[in-house]
């Protein structure tokens, strides 16, 4: 029997919150495009009555700090005070993406000012909870990537993805320190994207490509705990939680190119269970799937494969705390604005009513119902690994082809 989580739900909600400035030169805000910064209370209340009671949130920093050093926690206020009135649990991520337009990202009044920024936060999130849960920054390592080295986000560079990485985990390595001072009962949370990278074919350089691009994954960790360039300051005791993004187009082969996606009928595929395994072996913590989903009708059957793979791992004593089923409500694509049919939750009308998938619904009480009896004890996992994931490889297939339209 599993001792209760640090979550108050086994399932999570998380709010799409990206902040980045696209090509055109747009800042998106999906916390405000999907009117969730309105109507916050109502949708943890719709969240809730399907179970959920913990959810990512982000801050959006180029809101929060209209001028340097000056903070203005308005634009976070419907989400706190959401959150306490319905009881709501949160982990607040602090940068998804975004910063003031003052600041050069490579700069080192970046760090400073981000440091100054999570300061701030960490004292208004400790006047309104407890324990109060932070991802500094949202996946260090594929920002660094999209953002340093692929030039597809902002500011669009290349060959800078080592250096950008450095610095994502220094701001987030003072930010810790500085968060500890205020509150050190705030719980860290080092969120990075699940990935398996494998070789196309035998030669001697795809493969040792291959596994430098699969061990990538791990830097930032490494990093933050002091494992790897201890200069930076890293130590292990500020990593409380690892949180794990996992989408149906996180495994591939090197070199990359079109159709280099492993759909999970490819004998080259890794089980999830497996890549959890694989973490939690590396750092020892407590980890989470803190985003995963799929776009359109494919989405139960998503939810279905993701949720056996966490029963396996949990049956091999692999202590995953949670599934965060993101994005929780559906927004409108970065880069076309078009509806994307990936969550639980659809667009607000003008009184804050949202309807709900009803498949996406029914399987995850489904999946609750069963977690709860495989946690209690109750009930031993049996592997219902489905043989026919046709429609998981249409949906590879499908979501290929809007990344690759994306990134051009």
Not at 173 to 197: K, S, Y
Request: aromatic share 10%; hydrophobic share 40%.
């Amino acid at each position: 029997m599993l001792e209760p989580g640090v979550f108050q739900s086994f399932f999570l909600g998380g709010v799409e919150c990206s902040t980045h400035i696209t090509r055109n030169g747009r800042r998106l805000d999906l916390v405000h495009a999907t009117k969730h910064d309105e109507f916050a209370e109502s949708d943890y209340r719709l969240m809730q009555r399907h179970g959920i009671r913990t959810v990512r949130e982000g801050l959006r920093w180029h809101l929060i700090e209209p001028r340097p050093r000056h903070f203005d926690f308005s634009s976070a206020a419907a989400s706190v005070q959401a959150a306490r009135s319905t009881g709501t649990q949160v982990i607040w991520d602090l940068w998804h993406y975004g910063w003031p337009d003052d600041i050069d990202i490579f700069a080192s009044e970046f760090i400073d000012r981000f440091v100054d920024f999570a300061k701030a936060a960490a004292e208004l999130f400790s006047e309104n909870f407890e324990e109060p849960l932070v991802c500094p920054i949202n996946e260090i390592s594929f920002f660094s990537w999209a953002g340093g080295d692929a030039g597809f986000f902002f500011p669009f560079a290349h060959g800078r993805g080592d250096e950008m990485k450095r610095q994502l985990v220094r701001a987030s390595i003072e930010a810790i320190g500085a968060i500890r001072a205020v509150n050190p009962r705030i719980r860290i949370c080092q969120i990075d994207p699940l990935i398996n990278v494998t070789a196309e074919d035998s030669a001697p350089e795809n493969v040792a490509a291959a596994k430098g691009y699969h061990e990538s994954q791990f830097e930032a960790c490494d990093m933050i705990t002091g494992r790897l360039a201890p200069e930076l300051g890293g130590h292990d005791d500020f990593v409380d939680l690892i949180g794990l993004n996992y989408y149906i187009h996180n495994q591939w082969t090197h070199p990359g190119h079109a159709g280099s996606m492993l759909v999970p009928s490819d004998p080259r595929y890794r089980h999830v269970r497996d890549l959890l395994q694989e973490n939690h072996s590396r750092y020892g913590k407590p980890i989470f799937v803190a985003e995963t989903g799929i776009e359109d009708e494919t989405r139960p059957a998503w939810l279905r494969y993701i949720c056996n793979e966490v029963y396996a791992a949990l049956a091999a004593g692999v202590p995953v705390e949670g599934i965060c089923l993101y994005p929780i409500i559906n927004h409108p694509g970065w880069d076309d604005d078009r509806h994307c049919y990936n969550g639980l939750m659809d667009y607000a009308d003008a009184n804050g009513k949202r309807e709900i998938y009803e498949p996406l619904a029914r399987e995850l009480a489904r999946q609750e119902e069963m977690v709860g009896e495989i946690r209690s004890g109750r009930t031993p996992f049996v592997d219902r690994r489905e043989t026919d994931v046709s429609a998981l490889d249409w949906a590879a297939h499908v979501m290929e082809v809007r990344t690759d339209e994306n990134r051009i």
